[in-house]
């Protein structure tokens, strides 16, 4: 009998487990039989959908760091190591060249198709699984998969699929209705894996005061964003703010989505800013030299140099302060007042942060029972991970891609190797 591979997900680790497997299949001169499941009608629906439809590949740069950049959560970065070096953002982008995708590296060090278009490097992935002989079943929602005495046994469709090895890469539990609700997570937890808890990430932040309608789109460039609890801050993240109808979006706000997510779940928190990423002192002492100046000119139209237009109301009004204040008339608590509007600007309460809505998951299958060298259960012989199902959040940048292209890899070659060594026991 031909041994078999049953791969269930057709993201990008899937997608890479099957190419792994079909192409050491070939090296080994191994005949193995490749399947890959989708629950769609296309694989790779999150590949067409990134980077707004542009497809943030992978991010340049050693791997070394791109462990170090995107992914801060050290026992994450330790775990990927082993799978980056393997399958390296140079090899993805190769493959990518081979099959006609040209791309740009961005002064940020993202890396997109030169097209603007994830539709072609989702075409170039099915032109590869091609070549690798992978046999792709779409709308195939694996429904369980069940440990037999010598296979795995999966319900597919009310058929069953016996396979030797399986690959779990069924993804997140962000953007539901795409197809990534979580069955890979929910059958890892019924063969006795222990699961992270799953949060939001690279998410929204929604505020129980909604944003006034003038500030929907307004965006705060280059601030520091923090979650507080009480006067102490427990996180931070620097970038640009979005203000969106319902709370806050942008690069600063995603990046700091897990940690509030995190600490959300047992504490009232706020969100502030510190508007300019100066610090206190740094602050008062620009506004004492504009206010020694003694000028006519109003606080209003110089916080306007600094600011949108459109925020600026917000920020004198929680300072407490009149529009039409002129700088010769500032009185010395309101410029200590205009000094922590700046400085500690209080978006107020947060009421949500949308797993959903977020662009990862963090959370998902313990790493500790996951062989970073084979992407292996620790539990069970002949069962893999890969991808976000794992317990691996990166930030912004092409490094969640490029952590599903990895350990997906990883998985494709090692099941190989497990089904010609050694059958399932
Ligand atoms: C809006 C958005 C934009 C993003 N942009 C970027 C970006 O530009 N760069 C970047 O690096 N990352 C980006 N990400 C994150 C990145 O897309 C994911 O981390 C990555 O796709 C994860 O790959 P995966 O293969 O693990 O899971 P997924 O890509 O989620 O694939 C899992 C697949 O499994 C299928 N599936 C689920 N259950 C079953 C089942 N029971 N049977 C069969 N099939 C099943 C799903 O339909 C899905 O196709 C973005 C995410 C979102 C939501």
């Known amino acids: 009998m031909i041994p078999k591979i049953a791969i269930i997900g057709g993201g990008a680790g899937g997608i890479c487990s ?13 005949s193995v039989e490749v399947h890959l499941f989708e629950r769609n009608p296309r694989l790779g629906i999150k590949i067409l959908i990134s980077g707004g439809g542009k497809c943030n590949i992978t991010h340049a740069g050693s791997v070394e760091e791109v462990l170090q950049d995107g992914f801060p959560h050290i026992k ?19 493959m990518l060249r081979r099959r006609g995708v040209e791309w740009y590296v961005r002064e940020n060090g993202r890396v997109f ?44 469709n009310d058929n069953t699929f016996e396979a030797d090895a399986v690959i779990l890469a069924t993804g997140g539990t962000s953007y539901r209705k795409v197809g990534t609700t979580g069955d890979g997570i929910d ?16 998410a929204p932040i929604y505020l ?38 319902r709370g806050l979006s942008g690069p600063a706000a995603l990046d700091l989505s897990r940690e509030a997510a995190m600490h959300f779940e047992n504490d009232l928190i706020s969100i502030h ?37 459109a925020f600026v ?9 009149p529009l039409d204040r002129k700088w010769n008339a500032l009185t010395r608590s309101e410029r200590d007042h205009l000094t922590t509007a700046l400085t500690d600007y209080d978006f107020g309460e947060v009421s949500e942060i949308p797993i959903d809505r977020g662009e990862v998951t963090a959370g998902g299958v313990d790493l500790k029972e996951v062989d970073p060298k084979t992407m292996m259960s620790r539990l069970h012989s002949g069962l893999f991970f890969a991808g976000e199902m794992l317990d691996i959040a990166g930030e912004i940048g092409g490094y969640n891609l490029q952590a599903a292209y990895s350990t997906g890899w990883v998985a494709g070659e090692e099941a190989v190797k497990f089904v010609v060594t050694s059958p399932v026991q």
Not at 81 to 88: D, I, L, Q, S, V
């Open 113 to 156: 198709p030169t097209s603007s278009r994830a539709e072609d490097v989702l075409v170039a992935f099915e032109a590869e699984l091609r070549e690798a002989q992978v046999v792709i079943h779409t709308k195939s929602r694996v429904e369980s998969i069940e440990r037999s005495d010598n296979c795995w046994l999966l319900t597919i």
């Open 18 to 30: 099957a190419l792994a497997a079909g192409k050491a299949a070939k090296s080994l001169d191994a």
């Open 76 to 94: 994450e970065a330790r775990f990927l190591k082993h799978a980056m070096y393997r399958f390296t953002n140079n090899d993805i982008l190769d």
């Open 313 to 321: 109301p917000y920020v004198l009004k929680q300072a407490d302060i």
């Open 187 to 202: 059958f890892a937890a019924r063969l006795g894996h222990m699961i992270v808890p799953l949060r939001a990430a690279l």
């Open 208 to 245: 129980k005061q909604k944003p006034h309608q003038d500030l929907v789109g307004v965006a705060i460039r280059n601030a520091v964003l923090s979650v507080t609890k009480g006067n102490r801050s427990l996180a931070q993240a620097y970038g640009d703010i979005l203000i969106t109808h």
């Open 273 to 309: 800013a510190n508007l300019l990423n100066r610090t206190t002192e740094e602050i008062r002492a620009l506004l004492i030299d504009e206010q020694q100046s003694g000028s006519l000119q109003h606080v209003k139209t110089w916080l306007e140099g600094l600011l949108p237009n």
